[in-house]
């Protein structure tokens, strides 16, 4: 069965850094794309960004220039690096992958189940 743990979330000071990891577990043999949503309270879950497995990636408007996504293949995890944290980015963020085929089976999406990112003075 495959699983996502995601990890990294926490207490940052508005204009701090923090890296966010997912670990999808099982075994794994490909998966497609890897992203990462978020879902601040009160309002619906947005995308935040997502890497292809040949590199290619995208992100909202709202984080450019701020979040960074990248993938290790190998580990079977992505990241994403943020930067200049802004109180609109608190959230619960979470990590989805799509595609993703282990050695019975290929699941269209999987989810974590996600880590609170809280900005805040």
């Known amino acids: 069965q495959v699983q996502l743990v995601e990890s990294g979330g926490g207490l940052v000071q508005p204009g701090g850094s923090l890296r966010l990891s997912c670990v999808a577990s099982?075994?794994?043999?490909?998966?497609?794309?890897m992203g990462w949503y978020r879902q601040a309270p009160g309002k619906e879950r947005e995308f935040v960004a997502s890497?292809?497995?040949?590199?290619?990636?995208y992100s909202a408007g709202s984080v450019q220039g701020r979040f960074t996504i990248s993938r290790d293949n190998g580990k079977n995890t992505v990241y994403l690096q943020m930067h200049s944290l802004k109180v609109e980015d608190t959230a619960v963020y979470f990590c989805?992958?799509?595609?993703?085929?282990?050695?019975?089976?290929?699941?269209?999406?999987?989810w974590g189940q996600g880590t609170l990112v809280t900005v805040s003075s």
């Open positions: 989805r992958m799509t595609d993703v085929r282990d050695i019975v089976s290929l699941r269209s999406e999987v």
């Open positions: 099982g075994n794994i043999v490909s998966i497609n794309t």
């Open positions: 890497i292809r497995s040949g590199g290619t990636s």
